[in-house]
């Protein structure tokens, strides 16, 4: 997804990666954006793992803790993370579920390293 978007210029040094995420995708981002520069904003609900809230912010990153909600409600971590997008210069949000970048990542390494 980082690349992607590099590629086509809608990522750019110095800019912020916001994205709601319950773990995973937020450390995988919370590594690339360490590497290379961006700050990271994860929003994430009050249900995540404190394994996984400590890892991002070792890496880096911010997060932001969110109720947790109904997917339409103004505080779900999803909304929270396109509001931020919204108020914060210079930012950029991936939106894991639905960027077809991410799945497509998959499909092209990690699935044919799990068949290796």
């Not at 520069?37 to 009050?46: A, T």
């Not at 793992?49 to 991002?56: D, L």
């Not at 109720?67 to 409600?73: A, H, I, P, S, Y």
Request: proline fraction near 7%; charge should be negative; hydrophobic fraction near 40%.
């Amino acid at each position: 997804m980082i690349e992607v978007a590099e590629k086509k210029g809608i990522l750019k040094p110095g800019m912020t990666i916001i994205e709601p995420t319950s773990g995973n995708t937020g450390i995988g981002l919370a590594m690339v954006a360490a590497i290379k520069g961006y700050k990271l904003i994860c929003c994430v609900p009050v249900k995540m793992s404190p394994m996984k809230v400590q890892m991002i912010e070792a890496l880096g990153g911010k997060v932001v803790w969110t109720k947790l909600v109904d997917e339409d409600d103004p505080e779900s971590y999803m909304n929270v993370a396109k509001r931020l997008e919204k108020e914060i210069p210079n930012s950029w949000m991936p939106d894991q579920f639905s960027n077809i970048g991410n799945p497509l990542a998959h499909y092209m390494t990690t699935g044919n390293e799990i068949i290796e």
